[in-house]
Structure formats: structure tokens, C-alpha cells
């Protein structure tokens, strides 16, 4: 991996635990371990253009691990989706979340709002398309990968936040009954 792909990697990660204020140029730095002159050579408009490749790597790794679920039915994403969120979980001990809503929420800039806005819509494009290819009528495909997405975000937050996984395991249980309920097109 490259320099500057180690400080996306690293922007990517300090994001989903510290937020935007959190991802500073000097914590990239020091987290990724690239010179100071980095900053300058491979982002010379700064943390927003950092920060904005650290969302589009995010947004496109998220999207190829839902290809991963191609030929699932509807319970089976619920269960592939909420796997991948109870992994970051674990492995972080609670201290990571999703990056792109990191940048939703504390980020001043327009731009990398839109930015975050555009990931979470390819997201729930993919999941509706892998939803209507598991049998669900196509308003219904839409409609359950938004309440996934949304679902699963505001999971993970309560998760952080009581240092436990009762309420993200309640959230779980109730998306898998919604997909269950979901008569095939």
C-alpha cells in the first residue's frame, strides 16, 4: 500500500472512531506513519480532500462486500449486513463506528455532506437491488434497504454508547422479522 493509501486507510478508520474533528491532518499522519510532506503532495487542498477520498474508499468498500451477498434471500442480507456491523463492533471494542456518518454528522463542509449522502444512496441502491433479486417487490426492496441502512446506523450507535450489544441485537431481530414478512414478488 502506498503512502497515500495508507493515509486514506487511516483517515477511514480515525473517522469511524473519533469523528470528522477527530480525523486531524497530524493524527493521519502519526497514525499512518507518512511524512508531513504527504499532506501537501497527495492532498494540497487539505483534510476536506483527505477526508472526501477516506468517504469514497468507504463508500466502494462497503458496496463490494455487499456483492458478497449475491443470491441471499432477504432474512440472510438482514443476518450478512448486521454481521459486518457486529464485526466492527467487536473488533473495536466498541470504539468504532461508520465512517460516512461520522462525516454526516460533524462535518461543516457541504461538499463532503453531499459526498456522504451520494455513499449512503449507493448503499441502498445495491442492498435494494440485491433485495428485489431475493424476491421482494421493488417498492418494498427500496423501502427495507433505507430502513436497514438507517436501522443498522442507529444500532451501532446505541451499541457505542451503552458499551453492549442488547439494544444492536434487538434492532437485529426486528429487521429479520421484517424481511421474513415480506410476501415474494
Do not use: N
Amino acid at each position: 500500500m502506498g503512502v497515500r493509501d495508507q493515509m486514506v486507510a487511516s483517515a477511514v478508520v480515525l473517522l469511524a472512531k473519533h469523528g470528522f474533528q477527530g480525523a486531524s491532518l497530524a493524527r493521519v499522519l502519526a497514525d499512518s506513519g507518512a511524512p508531513r510532506g504527504s499532506i501537501y503532495h497527495h492532498f494540497p487542498e487539505g483534510k476536506d480532500q483527505l477526508v472526501a477520498a477516506a468517504v469514497e474508499v468507504a463508500g466502494e468498500r462497503a458496496v463490494q462486500v455487499l456483492d458478497a451477498f449475491i443470491g441471499f434471500s432477504a432474512v440472510e442480507l438482514v443476518d450478512g449486513y448486521m454481521a459486518i456491523w457486529r464485526s466492527i463492533l467487536e473488533r473495536s471494542g466498541f470504539t468504532a463506528g461508520c465512517s460516512v456518518l461520522a462525516v454526516t454528522v460533524s462535518a461543516d463542509s457541504s461538499e463532503l455532506v453531499e459526498q456522504a449522502g451520494q455513499v449512503f444512496r449507493s448503499w441502498q441502491a445495491r442492498l435494494a437491488e440485491l433485495l428485489t433479486a431475493a424476491g421482494l417487490a421493488a417498492a418494498d426492496a427500496d423501502a427495507f434497504a433505507t430502513m436497514l441502512i438507517a436501522a443498522s446506523e442507529g444500532a451501532v450507535v446505541l451499541a457505542r454508547a451503552e458499551q453492549d450489544f442488547s439494544p444492536f441485537e434487538a434492532v437485529h431481530r426486528q429487521l429479520r422479522a421484517l424481511a421474513a414478512s415480506y410476501q415474494p414478488a
